[in-house]
């Protein structure tokens, strides 16, 4: 079992920077891929970044270019830096893990999941 914990949301206003935090426990996280998603109210939820154990990684389109994920496997933690945020990008993030080793966009592959953060941009 792995159990994750997401910290770092909060308000901000567009244009504004916020860093995501995904602590796990239990099982050594260092090899699983870890993943960010969020949903927005009455939507459901969407892919966003996703980095596997030797730190390759892949983005949604919507956050190219603005949103980095990392992980660090000394602390047994993956972030997402949040930059030139959006109106739109207001959702509950959440944080995954999957037990495989490769980059992963689909929801359903993803093992365990945190409770989620919730991130509101103000215009």
């Known amino acids: 079992q792995v159990q994750l914990v997401e910290s770092g949301g909060g308000l901000v206003q567009a244009g504004g920077s916020l860093r995501l935090s995904c602590a796990a426990s239990g099982r050594t996280f260092n090899s699983y891929t870890g993943g960010w998603f969020r949903q927005a109210p009455g939507s459901e939820r969407e892919f966003v970044a996703t980095?596997?154990?030797?730190?390759?990684?892949f983005y949604a389109e919507s956050v190219k270019g603005r949103f980095t994920i990392s992980r660090d496997n000394a602390k047994n933690t993956v972030y997402l830096q949040m930059n030139t945020l959006k109106p739109e990008d207001t959702a509950v993030y959440y944080c995954?893990?999957?037990?495989?080793?490769?980059?992963?966009?689909?929801?359903?592959?993803?093992?365990?999941w945190g409770q989620g953060t919730q991130v509101t941009v103000s215009s």
């Open positions: 980095i596997n154990w030797n730190g390759s990684t």
């Open positions: 995954a893990a999957d037990q495989s080793r490769v980059v992963e966009t689909r929801r359903r592959e993803y093992d365990y």
